[in-house]
């Protein structure tokens, strides 16, 4: 199999360094859907990498039909931006902007494309709309007044996934169990992945990868289907957050790069058959996906497991003010208000009033 | 006059300490509309403290007929956020949000709670949708889940805010002239402050403190005419930009105290007659404020002054490349594509692509 | 057993809030030596709150024979800042100097006062001594071009801890097991505390606390000991390195707890015996306590696990570099040069070059 | 006249790029002393980039007699690491350490190394010396354990600096006016820069660039004039500071680029006389400049003119605390407790009680 290495420029530092991906390219016999992934757009998220490492090395034994693009590393000004020991790599340090709601949101009036183009086939139709979402990309980032930093990066990383079938995005939470972010008309791919939870997401455009890559096409889908025509979601975009940020585990990428390739048996991009993890699978909807803020500031201790169910009334945090020794609001058991399962929490023990301290999934039901 | 002092608790630090506001009360007559007026929620943005203190001091001998409230230092966490020798102070660190896009955007479906409220007449109406905003952010603020910290802060300072009739929010621009965010329903108000440079702004909220302030009174009065009544927008709310931040200087803060002096003294809120200053003033659409982004990385000189009208193709920055000396490329000069007049730029003299070095006003027109 | 709490001011910040620290006094017979112990210096270093929380919670139940001084949460500056998810605690956020850094070197010549003094008994000696190093903290701090937000804060605490005869300062490591910090001239200290590795450390001032409590009393020892006079190091002063930073324990924390309480009923500061944790535990100099820095970027797989004993040879750290995927570079093993035991490792799983990776033991010995 | 280019590796990033620095090298006949300027150490201090740029510009029409070396941009970690609108570039991100602390401090014994090597005359006795120096630099970053982020840089520069006779690194103040760091042996130079205000430091390393330079050749004049011989300090280093930090002036820089060319010329380095500018300029020791630190908590007014001679008693800042209106203490003008010269001031206009406001000359004479 032949691997092609690209390098794509996506940025330039004050002093003068090129901030560029490395893309690789992975050829299929072109017969089945093609594929992008990339990993690490926030900073700290570095464990997808290691997950590409590993999918990668085992792509190397499997007949591919369809292509498949592979982008870690997908955001270097954020994977270099440390404060302090840690990695300040969720939102651009200038303006607060996180990486991940940068993405274009396509202006298209889809209903009025739709009604200009119903008389393509219906991969005539595909072909034409993949090219509309690419140029508007390219459209966006040719501006005599500029875009800024994210912009070239998220619609530079765009244009690439456009080309795609299926879209993978690899991110982790802060101290997170795994879970899954899949659009709510591809439930089925919930099961393949190794990965437990699952949220169940609409079709709405909040600024990150997946959307930005679904939403066109699931809107499209519906206006063809208001005109009674059943052209199905031609894209798939998937987030996998791949447990905590700050922590490289190549044994555990394997696991996950061994998940993605059942989803991309099942999907019909390799030839062989790859079954998934046998697990106990869960999902929430994504309105029922809850945070729960500090009440009062103090010192954290997390008590909530992630990933283990809890009841309502159950102990989430001790919350530990030594400034308040002898009061008898030293120490304050916070109660999670409502049964469900804690995905993550906060990555810092110490924290100010309102801090998010977790998100839990309520009403979770069995897949 | 009695002048009282209120301490309002908006937040508590990890370590215990509780982040109050002092937010100073002068007593009116009852006869003229109430005041509020907040500064610094952008942690850089000092000057407005400094606005608030002459205009203070001003007021002592001054008769007032309405309530004025007055809240400097209105965000103490971005106030005391330094990183390095600046203030770290436009978003929150932990989550990159700006503080001034933390207010809270009503979800009441105000053309149904007209129909609900249409037999009232026009001071009940008034008062019932006030009582209902107001009743809206403690709503927002005592929930099981929690809010997060800007959020605290936000909802905390537009409770105060929806109490009263005038809303003014004092920030700076990084490098700046002075301008100011007038909703398009008052375009007068512009003719008032110490300002040559006026935004109109549509009714479309953004989460800043003056949209949060008037879109729900400005899509009241659309709905009520609507319906034939001539309620009219019964809350102004105004943003002024006073020159840059990390910036006191008592003087030129005298100077604004008078400006607002004057749209009080305008709007009934002083009994006393207060001129405007004397100045040339001039006026922009909000979608015709235009960013400049740095179309390469580099060291910056910004040869276009705010404040002063340029031409297409005068020279807004120049750009050095110490890297690329001897190439041809080590400086470059980047032009203004349109005509129009620089407003703020960027703080720093060294940027990444895609920096936003200038705002410019295109289209302006004089008022 | 009388509690009694006091507020030492020891800051103010930008907006006007008071910095505060909770000092905590358990009073003694007067028969025992007096100790000080504080906590979170490095704003991230929280498990010591904990373990002073538990300290005081047993103490209750004991007999004091010296008086006990507890001050949690010591740095409330360096807790309260936050940089994304994580506390940036350990350097103030305007000078990048280390809070750890800050102490008083005095500047006293010691031979010389103790040729002024000589004819002192020694429990004079002592006191005159203490009150010398004492009035040198208070007049740093009355200076009429004033002192810097550290000196502040870390001479206010060194002034509270000159009053005693035995100072712990609890810090704890990015990635830490649990160590300590010894000076030479009491070995047998680290016998007594729930920590298994001990450094032991020469007689040198660096800007620790640990150093600023003992540095004089040593050397005073050592030049009364040339004078043939045998007064011994009348000061004990030790730095607990409690695990890692961003860490609420409460059960390890008593188990702390009890290992301090241990070594306090082995000074006499308890009436009771408490005997120490069954445990191996080992030794290191200074010296011999060496730290691993990346010779080259990327992503980190930390493989050698602290507290475990490690050969020359051993892989500390896998180092993957998916922008070399393919050739030959993409992961490299890196080696410990030395037998030794890595004590802690950074904390973030991505690195530039030359960040230090681990600190290690070498030459370590058994207690 | 050839001038070369070349790219010295001094880093590498998280993500893998590699960072390096440009290095431009103007040949000379070889008969004048050779030379190796450097800027922009600290990140935020661009302006010497611009100086360097006029100076190659103008050193295009000179007849070089020596050799320099010319290192823009020469710590672009620094330069690249923004946070918030400005450049964190002061100190290393992660461990706060400031990028000018981190020359090597020689360790070598010099007297012994004199003694061993005095037999050789005066060209190869400085030969010797300079590939001694070098020669540490090498082994510190060739160690088995690594080096840090900022020793890689340093020293990585310092081997460069050791093979020059003349040694400028061209800094800037926060808000500063110009002035200069020049050695005690070496007063005249001060007469020669585009530069009012000089101060004059000892033989003591404190870790800056031009004391890594110049203090082993000082200390082996002084070992050699106690033996009699009078060698001379070999070595040439100063440090200009070229006004205020994020500030690019084209203009500025080729006076200032002038006044370097004056220096230049006087030291014989090229053949035309070059005269500095006519300008009072004034002294001060190192002993006498003083740190003047806030008091108290506020928002700053600087009063206090850099560069302008002020008198004991003076308002050099009003404090404005808004939180105390009402109470008397709402504006305190904080007075210059020395007769001095105001030299640089804090950047923000906000400070932490601590924070220090001003740099002050005392004892200032003319030169």
Known sequence: MRVEKQEVKVGELAAGQALSLPVYRFHGKGKGPSVYIQANVHGAEVQGNAVIYQLMKLLEHYELLGDISLVPLANPLGINQKSGEFTLGRFDPITGVNWNREYLNHSLDIAAWYAAHSELDDDSLVAA??????????????????????????????????????????????????????????????????????????????????????????????????????????????????????????????????????????????????????????????????????????????????????????????????????????????KLPEDGVPILHFASASVHQGTELYKVMTKVFAL
């Open 129 to 334: 709309f993949r090219t509309e979402l690419i140029a508007a990309c390219e459209r966006k980032l040719d501006n005599v007044w500029g875009v800024t930093t994210g912009q070239w990066l998220a619609t530079s990383l765009q244009a690439m996934a456009h080309r795609s079938d299926i879209v993978l995005d690899l991110h982790t939470g802060p101290k997170s169990c795994k879970h899954l972010y899949c659009p709510e008309y591809e439930r089925e791919a919930a099961q393949y992945f190794s990965i437990p939870y699952t949220l169940f997401i609409p079709n709405s455009f909040g600024g990150a990868m997946d959307e930005a890559a679904f939403v066109p096409w699931w809107t499209l889908a519906e206006v063809a289907a208001a005109h009674g025509r059943e052209l199905g979601v031609r894209v798939s975009a998937l987030t996998l957050e791949l447990g905590s940020q700050e922590r490289i585990d190549l044994a555990d990428a394997l696991n996950d790069a061994e998940g993605i390739l059942a989803y991309l048996s099942y999907r019909g991009v390799i030839a062989e058959k790859v079954l998934p993890k046998p697990m106990k699978r869960f999902g929430c909807l994504l309105k029922d996906y809850r945070k729960f803020h500090a009440p009062k500031a103090g010192m954290v201790e997390y008590v909530g497991k992630v990933g283990q169910p809890m009841k309502a009334g159950d102990v989430l945090v001790n919350l530990l003010r030594l400034d308040l020794y002898g009061t008898g609001e030293e120490l304050t058991a916070l």
